[in-house]
């Protein structure tokens, strides 16, 4: 009697127990899937736009009546497809973005994103040569936002690898960026996957 009166105990005891982490599971799932980066990074040459802006376009850049960049000698340079469509719908969701170049030309790519009407996408641009780990450092500091929380695009192995080593989410981007390539990228965060 007494002994079937313990193993009804342990019985309850061990489907309480199972059932608090039925619960505990399901809300680390729910956790998971909300999870969401706090700043979306991106590369500027060959991840945004099909150009090195330190070899081509060559300054003085203007828009041209055509909707446009040109160059000095009147060659067109854009953004790859939809990339503008995609910031602004990113910003109408509240996320935060930022760009990080290391070209050897900066003010051509700041001449890029002036005429693009870019900069009211991206309160954080670093923009100069050099090791990525220094311009995430600077935008860890500015925006205090840990890496753990960001996630970023680009497209050469060197950065994917110096980046994912302090624990940001890295998508080493192989086509141009685009609506899909970005879902790929927050599906990875979700998941907690990341390109080294
Ligand atoms: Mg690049």
């Not at 980066?37 to 736009?49: A, G, K, M, V």
Request: glycine residues 6%; positive net charge; contains cysteine.
């Amino acid at each position: 009697m007494l002994s079937s009166k313990i193993r009804k105990g342990s019985c309850s005891l061990l489907s309480y127990l199972q059932r608090v982490r039925r619960m505990s599971e399901n809300g680390e799932d729910a956790r998971r899937a909300n999870r969401k980066p706090r700043l979306i990074c991106f590369d500027l040459d060959w991840t945004l736009w099909p150009f090195h802006v330190d070899t081509n376009p060559y300054p003085p850049m203007k828009m041209g009546k055509d909707g446009k960049i040109h160059d000095k000698h009147g060659d067109a340079y854009e953004p790859f497809p939809g990339t503008t469509e995609m910031f602004a719908g990113l910003l109408e969701q509240g996320y935060k973005m930022a760009l990080v170049s290391r070209t050897e030309a900066p003010s051509v790519a700041r001449e890029m994103l002036r005429l693009l009407d870019w900069n009211k996408y991206f309160p954080y641009q670093e923009i100069y040569a050099g090791r990525k780990t220094t311009h995430f450092a600077k935008i860890q500091k500015e925006s205090e936002i840990p890496y753990k929380d960001m996630l970023f695009f680009d497209d050469e192995h060197r950065n994917v690898k110096d980046i994912s080593a302090i624990g940001v989410t890295c998508v080493f981007v192989k086509e141009p960026m685009s609506q899909n390539l970005l879902q790929r990228g927050l599906d990875m965060f979700t998941a907690g996957k990341t390109d080294k």
